[in-house]
């Protein structure tokens, strides 16, 4: 008997990542520039506030066509943790396509 197995998206390399891009998105909204940003200090320390939060959900939907949950900056509160999130989405994304 067979049983059916998950099939794990495998992860988006690091280069693929949109880093630089989502640093500049965050700097832009905070008023800073990117190279003072920490990755790992939550973007409300430095001043995101929900407006800046909700916008950058809308940039992340139309650079990537990913559909994002409004609160996705309060689950995902560093840059670190967004680009995470964004290797997975990204890989599911990818996964489907490829289908």
């Known amino acids: 008997m067979n049983v059916p197995t998950r099939q794990t998206p495998s992860p988006v ?6 880093r630089g891009w989502l640093l ?5 909204y905070l008023g800073r520039d990117a190279e003072t940003i920490d990755p ?7 001043g995101m506030d929900s407006v800046c939060a909700l916008s950058l959900c809308g940039d992340l939907e139309d650079e990537f066509g ?3 949950e409004p609160t996705l900056l309060w689950d995902h509160p560093t840059v670190q943790s ?9 890989a599911v994304a990818d996964a489907r396509e490829e289908r």
């Open 66 to 68: 990913l559909v994002v």
């Open 24 to 28: 500049d998105r965050v700097a832009l």
């Open 82 to 90: 967004l680009l995470g999130f964004l290797a997975t989405e990204l």
């Open 13 to 18: 390399p690091d280069h693929v990542l949109p």
């Open 40 to 46: 790992t200090v939550p973007l409300a320390e430095y």
